[in-house]
């Protein structure tokens, strides 16, 4: 574990080192291979189909804020849809325009969700949706998973209902957009993933958020138990077919991704937990506090010099105050 550790500290020192051409370049193959998915679900119109076009998109959404970058997709979307049906396109603009005033323009921090299910849909890996959101997001990722699973659906009905306008007549009376809206109603098959999604994220979120130890944990894994089981119970009551040796495989699979990426994300040494308690003239204080596992603290000994948690705390909060 030492050595992952140590691993993983190289590399984000190297990073932190490096942050201003590296932070970019992670974010221009993120968000092409963004679009590059978008591109499968969406590509309707021969402007994005070309890839000098998906680069060119990158770059710029690698150098805007996640808010912008969701304009910008939402933007792509929308001229997608519009090569396949006028009526169409102005039901997506409704849908886009209510997300962002609803969510995108409230949360901006957690817009990048919107984005990131649809992908995750697209690469059979949409079991590790709640674990990931709930890590990263808390319960504010609730609704943009069910906006990001409402895109994705939402992309296979532009594909059916493509298909059907390619064999009807140009003068033809059929309404895209009822098409559409009698879709959703009628898939029981979102409304379970909505539900289950909403479930795990909470319920996972307040345990990944306990004062105990390993609550991160426990949290992730309390999260995949909810989405199996619920995602049993649901099925049933709204019966809908549910695989469930893939719910299973597929849960496991995002229990995995959710660990290593918690490993990326923060580990710390229980083993040295402190319990301590200070006061000042307004607060009396109880602290619990746990030092980060890296390998600074794993080759330093701790000397006389070394602060310990309570004049750590305190130093914190002296700083936060000034501020």
């Not at 984000?12 to 080192?17: A, E, G, M, P």
């Not at 968000?31 to 990158?58: A, C, E, Q, R």
Request: overall charge neutral; proline content about 3%.
């Amino acid at each position: 574990m030492s050595g992952l550790l140590n691993v993983r500290d190289t590399v984000r020192d190297f990073l932190r080192k490096y942050d201003e051409i590296i932070s970019p370049a992670f974010r221009f193959v993120v968000i092409y291979i963004m679009f590059t998915y978008i591109n499968k679900l969406y590509g309707y119109d021969p402007l994005f189909d070309k890839s000098v076009m998906t680069v060119l998109l990158s770059v710029i959404c690698a150098l805007v804020s996640d808010k912008v970058t969701v304009l910008i997709t939402a933007m792509v979307l929308l001229l997608n849809v519009l090569a396949v049906s006028k009526e169409l396109a102005l039901l997506f603009f409704v849908i886009m325009l209510f997300m962002y005033c609803t969510y995108v323009r409230l949360f901006p921090d957690s817009a990048w969700i919107l984005l990131l299910v649809p992908v995750l849909y697209s690469m059979n890996l949409v079991y590790a949706v709640p674990m990931i959101v709930m890590m990263f997001a808390g319960m504010t990722g609730v609704v943009p998973v069910a906006f990001g699973g409402a895109l994705y659906f939402m992309s296979q009905y532009v594909r059916e209902i493509a298909d059907i306008i390619k064999t009807l007549p140009k003068n033809n009376d059929f309404r895209a957009y009822e098409y559409m809206l009698d879709a959703f109603k009628d898939n029981k098959q979102f409304l379970v993933q909505i539900i289950v999604f909403a479930a795990a994220i909470i319920i996972g979120y307040i345990f990944y958020c306990l004062s105990i130890n390993y609550s991160w944990y426990i949290g992730i894994g309390v999260c995949a138990v909810v989405s199996i089981i619920f995602f049993m119970i649901c099925g049933g009551k709204l019966e809908v077919e549910v695989n469930g040796g893939e719910v299973f495989l597929g849960t496991f699979l995002g229990l995995v991704i959710a660990l290593c990426l918690q490993v990326v994300k923060n580990v710390v040494d229980y083993s040295r937990k402190e319990t301590v308690q200070f006061e000042d003239d307004e607060y009396y204080y109880y602290v619990q506090a746990i030092p980060k596992y890296n390998k600074k603290t794993d080759k330093t000994q701790k000397t006389d010099d070394t602060p310990n948690a309570a004049q750590r705390v305190k130093k914190a909060m002296s700083e936060e105050k000034t501020q």
